[in-house]
Structure formats: C-alpha cells, structure tokens
C-alpha cells in the first residue's frame, strides 16, 4: 500500500516553530498546524507568524519508512534541540488521498442572510431567491464563516444599498464589499492596512464582475460614504473613532462588528454624535449599527 504514518503532537505556541523545522529535517512530507482548544486566531498581527496557545501538530511521512526509523529520527532531532515534546509510541497510518480535493472540499457553500456564499470552484445548484457571492478563501479573513462577519452580511442584506456609495473599511477578503456590490452599491471601496488584503479584495470581486476600489489605509480617503461597514476589533474601532465618523456621511450609515458583547458600551461610547440602533449579538459578538444625524 503506498499512504503516509502521521505523527500527532501537541506543542506550546513557542515550540511550534522549532518543531516544524525538526519534522521537516526528518523529512516529513506536510505538516500541519491544528488548534487544540477553542481559541480562533481573529486578527494576526502584520507580519506574525500566528499559533494557537496549545497546538496540535500533525506531520505526515511516506510509510514506506519503518515506524521504529521514523520515531527514532524524531526522538534524536528533539534530544539535539533541546525539545520536551513527547513523542506518541505508534504512528496512525492514512491512505493516499486527493489532499487537494479534500482542502477544497472544506469550504463548502454558506447561506448568511440574502446571500448564497460560495467557493468560485463549487457548482450545487443556488437555492432559489438567494444572491451568489463567489469568495475564494485566500490568506486573507473572511469566508464568511465567522460570526462577525456574518452580523454584517446580514445587515447588508436587509438594507437598501442601490445606487450608495459603500467603503468595507478593513475589508480582508472583500466579502462585504462584493456583497455590497451585489446589493447595487454604485461604488464600493476597500480598504485596508495589509496589502495581501486588497489582492484578495480584487481577486473575489473580479470573480463576481463587480468594480471594487481598494485602498490601503495609508491613502483613507477623505470623501464620506452613505454607508460604512468595519468589522475589526473594539480597540482599533475606539482609536478610528473620529476616522470612521468623518467617512460616514451625514444621514449615512455606520456598520461596526468585530468586538465582543461586553465591549459594546465602550466602542459606543467612543462615537457619541452617531444615533445607535439595537445592538445584535451573535455567539457573543456584538454588531452595532448607526446614522450620523443630518
Ligand atoms: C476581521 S478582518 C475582517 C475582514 C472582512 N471585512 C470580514 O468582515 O470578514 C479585519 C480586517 O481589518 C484589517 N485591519 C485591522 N486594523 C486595521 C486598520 N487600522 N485599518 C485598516 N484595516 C485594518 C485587517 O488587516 C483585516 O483584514
């Protein structure tokens, strides 16, 4: 049989890199980082190489290698690096497969509010009345998955956009944006501080022919929009404050996610000439929507 013997340890954030190396100079063939608790990692900062708090570390050898060489490779790599991670007896066998079809097969369509979020490469039929958003997941946030992101496809979906002027402020993978765009958004812009961010951006609004300016958060511009939606964390949303007021425009709207329920009061409280609407909360994120009064 030709498949692989997968070795699973569990590694603290600070081994994790160390540990790939080793398993890479014992000549695995892919590794692959698993969170072991419940802890998403939201937001990386620029340029950070995230892990999990505890993470579960899976690497895979051909096994045409005898188990004993493979474990005793690992244990002489670890001892010369000074590594204390304990290495498991046996190593669990997994039969080839089609890893590129098994990945794709993760993100499977998702139905959030009036929009049918999918993979370009998926092809089930569109339930009815709902509107395609293509979205291919890429290196930057944004399948649609998290709730954050969820709370403002819904409110996208609930509100007229026609012929508004919408800036995604933080936009990751551009899936408000295009989804602004998909509600008739006359002019849609993204913007962020990672510039993988607007290459996404571009890339899943070409996907679904529709024009998205992006912009990295250096170029902000100055002109309001009738509608702003940003869904990054409460602290960045306190500091752009008076950022994200200006670009809303007077009578416009205010979409704000990506902070916590508990922390709905002091991002409110950092916009105080913004009329708020009932805060909605999901799994225990908070959305806030507002207008900036005429
Ligand atoms: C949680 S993701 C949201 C992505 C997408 N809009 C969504 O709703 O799924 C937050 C995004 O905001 C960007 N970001 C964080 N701080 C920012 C800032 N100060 N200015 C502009 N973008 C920022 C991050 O790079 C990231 O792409």
Same mark, same amino acid.
């Given at each position: ?13 600070? !081994?994790?890199?160390?540990? @790939? @190396? ?7 063939? =892919? ?40 474990? /005793? ?5 670890? &001892? ?27 993100? &499977? ?30 290196? =930057? ?8 992101? !969820? ?28 989804? =602004? ?40 511009? /100055? &002109? ?37 329920? @508990? &922390? =709905? ?12 609407? !009932? ?14 009064? @005429?």
């Amino acid at each position: 049989m030709t498949g692989f013997r997968q070795v699973s340890v569990l590694a603290a954030g600070n !081994q994790v890199e160390l540990l @790939e @190396e080793l398993l890479f100079l014992a000549d695995a063939q =892919a590794v692959t980082l698993v969170d072991h608790g419940d802890a998403p990692i939201f937001e990386p900062p620029l340029g950070s190489h995230p892990v999990w708090p505890q993470t579960q570390v899976q690497a895979l050898f051909h096994d045409e290698r005898p188990e004993s060489e493979i474990l /005793s490779d690992l244990a002489t790599y670890f &001892q010369r690096a000074n590594l204390l991670i304990e290495l498991p007896s046996h190593l669990t066998i997994v039969p080839d497969q089609d890893w590129v079809r098994i990945s794709l097969d993760q993100f &499977q369509p998702i139905h959030i509010g009036k929009f049918w979020v999918k993979p370009s490469w998926n092809e089930d039929p569109i339930p009815e009345g709902l509107t395609t958003l293509n979205l291919d997941p890429g290196l =930057a946030f944004g399948t649609g998955m998290h709730p954050t992101t !969820q709370l403002c496809l819904e409110w996208l979906s609930n509100h007229q956009l026609s012929g508004k002027t919408v800036m995604d402020f933080g936009c990751g993978s551009g899936i408000l944006a295009v989804a =602004a765009g998909c509600m008739g958004a006359s002019q849609v812009t993204g913007l962020d501080i990672d510039p993988q961010a607007l290459i996404a951006t571009s890339h899943n609004a070409s996907l679904n022919q529709l024009p998205v300016q992006t912009l990295l958060a250096e170029d902000t511009p /100055s &002109q309001p929009f009738d509608v702003v939606v940003a869904n990054i964390l409460a602290n960045p949303l306190i500091e752009l404050s008076a950022t994200l007021t200006g670009l809303t425009q007077p009578g416009g709207h205010i979409v704000m996610a990506g902070l916590l329920d @508990e &922390q =709905a009061d002091q991002v409110k409280a950092a916009y105080p000439s913004i009329l708020f609407d !009932q805060d909605v909360s999901k799994d225990g994120w908070t959305r806030l929507s507002g207008r900036r009064p @005429e």
